[in-house]
Every structure is written in C-alpha cells, then in structure tokens.
C-alpha cells in the first residue's frame, strides 16, 4: 500500500507520497521517477516520503512550503523523530539512491553524497499534519507498469524530438542550397557573362 497527499499550499499542487512499511518502500526506491526528491529522518528510522516535481524541475525548485510539508511528514512519521525537537531531514533526488544486495529491507545509501540537501525541523507542526492527513489516499498503484509509461512517453518525447531536429536540419540545408543557387544564377546574369547578338555571332542575313 502505498499512502498519496496533496501538499495544497501553492498552486499547482505538488503530489507526495510514502509506502506502508519497508518492504513497500524498496519497491518505491527501485521503481521511482526521475522527477522524484526522496526524504528522509537523518540517522534515525523514519518513513521514506517522496515528493514528486512537475516535469523540468530539479530539487533547487522545490517551494520552502512544500518542502516544510515534505519535512513534517517524515517527521511524524518517525517514532523517535517525533518526539524530538531540532532533528535534521536529510533530502536528495530519487536517482541519487544507492541501493546494493548486502543492505538491509529499507536501508538506502547515495551515489554521490554532496547532491544531499538537508533541513532543520525544529518541531512537530500538527497543523500542517492534520492539513496534509485530509488528503490522504491510499492505493495499491502497479508501481512498475507506471514507471514503465513514464519511460516510455519519455521516450516518445525524445524521438519527436530527434525528428524534429532533423527536419529543421534538412530545411537548413534545403534553404542553404536554394541560396547558392540563387547565388549562382544572379552571377550568371551579370552583364559580363552575358551574350547578345551584338557580338557578332547571330545574323538575321542569310547567304
């Protein structure tokens, strides 16, 4: 079960969502977007929480608010975090997660530790809790199949792309040429290269 909210504080929404336990959470890390900012309570157990950025944007667009409601929500769902004060969530993007065969189920690494961004919460917020709560849905998403969608329209885009660029490429050279011989023809047509019947080569007489 994978449980979805609604960070409702700017305009588009943002979506976030977090899986039941751990054994949902590495399917969540292994099918994951690109658009996707993991989060989670640093040195302590926590819930993996995912927010996930309109399409273009990296982990540097992310709004304070939604980053607030990001941090709150791993956060409270955090047995330990929870009830403390001052604890650090630490925040990176989904491809950044490094996963190997002799972690533990939910134990999670990064490739490259300096695209690790961090945030102090100083304390629990239940108002932005309870407003997050309201918008709760839970759902049992076929995680592979829309990774696999995602992947492929992705795909699709980057063909269109490609084939868009090869014929602004082609009407390029198209246009070059036609400017060549345009070229071409107006030198041709200079007075100089040019021949009349003035230079003695056509007679109307006839012998």
């Known amino acids: 079960m994978v449980f979805y909210f609604t960070s409702n504080v700017v305009s588009p929404p943002y979506t976030i969502y977090m899986g039941k336990d751990k054994y949902e959470n590495e399917d969540l890390i292994k099918y ?11 040195k302590l157990s926590s819930a993996h929480v995912y927010l996930r950025l309109q399409k273009g944007q990296t982990i540097d667009d992310v709004p304070k608010d939604v980053l607030t409601d990001c ?13 403390m004060n001052n604890i650090n969530v630490v925040y990176t993007p989904w491809a ?6 002799d972690m533990d189920v ?3 690494g990064f490739h490259r530790q300096k695209e690790v961004k961090s945030v102090i919460v ?11 709560e309201k918008t709760r849905d839970e759902r049992f998403p076929d995680l592979a199949a829309e990774k696999e969608t995602r992947d492929r329209e992705e795909r699709n885009e980057k063909k269109a792309q490609i084939q868009e660029m ?6 390029e050279v198209k246009k070059k040429k036609e400017m ?26 006839f012998m």
């Open 166 to 171: 090869k014929k602004r490429e082609k009407e």
């Open 180 to 205: 060549e011989d345009l070229r071409s023809y107006s030198s041709l047509m200079q007075a100089g290269n040019m021949s009349s019947n003035q230079d003695g080569n056509d007679s109307d007489e």
């Open 32 to 42: 994951g977007w690109p658009e996707d900012v993991w989060f989670h309570v640093d």
């Open 71 to 83: 941090a709150q929500l791993v956060k409270g769902n955090s047995i330990q975090g929870s009830k």
């Open 106 to 108: 939910g134990q999670i």
């Open 96 to 101: 950044n997660l490094k996963k190997t065969a």
């Open 122 to 132: 100083e304390k629990k917020a239940n108002e932005i809790l309870n407003r997050l």
